[in-house]
């Protein structure tokens, strides 16, 4: 890993925070504490997850580790008094990460957890731990904000679209070495999911939901085409617009897709070195519209769009009744 590659999803952290923050605070009371069967049970017990899993990690890292104590919820907390708390977190991360040094990243931390339990990860684990979660957790909010009836964002909080505004900015500093571990752990990921689904019927991978792309199946679906697509633009030019996801595919067959992808796409990675990270991807999703991606951002965006959509299939199978697994990113070190 990179302190410049971890630095930049942490720009990214903080707008997509932000949006979903400047969201939050035009919705109701009513809205805010609506009951969910996802997430932390309502919006507003959300964002407070989320701010305080920031927190509490910063003050990890911080302390050298230890216990730390974690933030309760607090009832009626405004979304202003949040996002304040937010940006101060903010701004201290942001000063502890810019101070950070290439050899810090591998320095072993231990933890106190809330259960008491003891876990020791690399510094540079964490980091990406902290912001993959978010990214899981605001896939919750945008599902709550659409069904308590607010504002959705027509473009999501896609790493991708925090580039888009940046388009006429110089490509991004990041490095192979940090996206190959958060490629392997997006793979750990869906393989998890997959594995997960197996043994679920057709009429429950088939039943309507009003998230992900509509249902379990269709979710995952989408998963793939987004790994196929995105090779494609890679390899051969512009695929054009982005394919439906396929809601008669057998789990069977979607997996044989998925390994066929990832080893596709590791082949390519392989063969990169640092210096093709800023060279333009040329995409045509509409066909008035054609825009250029550097490569490195649209490795990146498969990495978030994985664990977005895998928070909404997660989230299916919890209604669904079914048994349900974690999938934050430390685990796979804990599974290797």
């Not at 540079?124 to 959705?152: D, E, K, S, T």
Request: net charge neutral.
């Amino acid at each position: 890993m990179t302190v410049s590659t971890l630095r930049e999803l942490y720009a990214f952290n903080r707008w997509a925070n932000d949006k979903t923050l400047a969201i939050a605070d035009g919705l109701s009371a009513e809205q805010l504490d609506r009951s969910f069967e996802m997430g932390l049970g309502s919006i507003r017990n959300t964002l407070h997850h989320i701010w305080a899993a920031e927190l509490i990690w910063l003050e990890r890292w911080l302390q050298g580790g230890g216990a730390v104590k974690y933030p309760e919820i607090e009832a009626g907390l405004a979304v202003s008094a949040l996002a304040e708390r937010c940006a101060e977190a903010h701004r201290r991360r942001d000063a502890f990460v810019t101070a950070l040094q290439e050899a810090d990243l591998s320095r072993r931390i231990s933890y106190v957890n809330r259960k008491g339990e003891t876990w020791t990860y690399e510094l540079g684990q964490m980091l990406l731990h902290v912001c993959n979660h978010g990214i899981h957790h605001r896939a919750q909010f945008i599902n709550m904000v659409r069904r308590a009836g607010g504002p959705v964002p027509a473009r999501g909080f896609d790493y991708i679209f925090y580039r888009l505004e940046k388009i006429k900015e110089a490509p991004p500093p990041l490095d192979l070495a940090t996206i190959r571990k958060y490629e392997a752990y997006a793979d750990w990921g869906t393989r998890r999911m997959l594995d997960l689904v197996a043994k679920l019927t057709d009429a429950q991978l088939d039943r309507p939901f009003e998230m992900g792309l509509g249902t379990l199946r269709k979710t995952l679906s989408h998963l793939v085409i987004a790994e196929e697509w995105w090779h494609t633009n890679w390899t051969k030019g512009p695929a054009g617009e982005f394919p439906p996801a396929d809601d008669s595919i057998a789990l069977a067959d979607l997996s044989q897709r998925f390994e066929t992808a990832w080893a596709a796409r590791d082949r390519f990675v392989n063969r990169l070195s640092e210096a093709d990270l800023p060279r333009p991807v040329t995409v045509k999703p509409r066909p008035d519209l054609t825009l250029d991606f550097p490569l490195g951002v649209s490795l990146v965006q498969l990495c978030g769009h994985a664990t977005h959509h895998r928070a909404q299939a997660l989230n299916m199978v919890r209604q669904l009744g079914a048994p349900t697994r974690e999938f934050d990113y430390l685990l796979m070190f804990d599974e290797s």
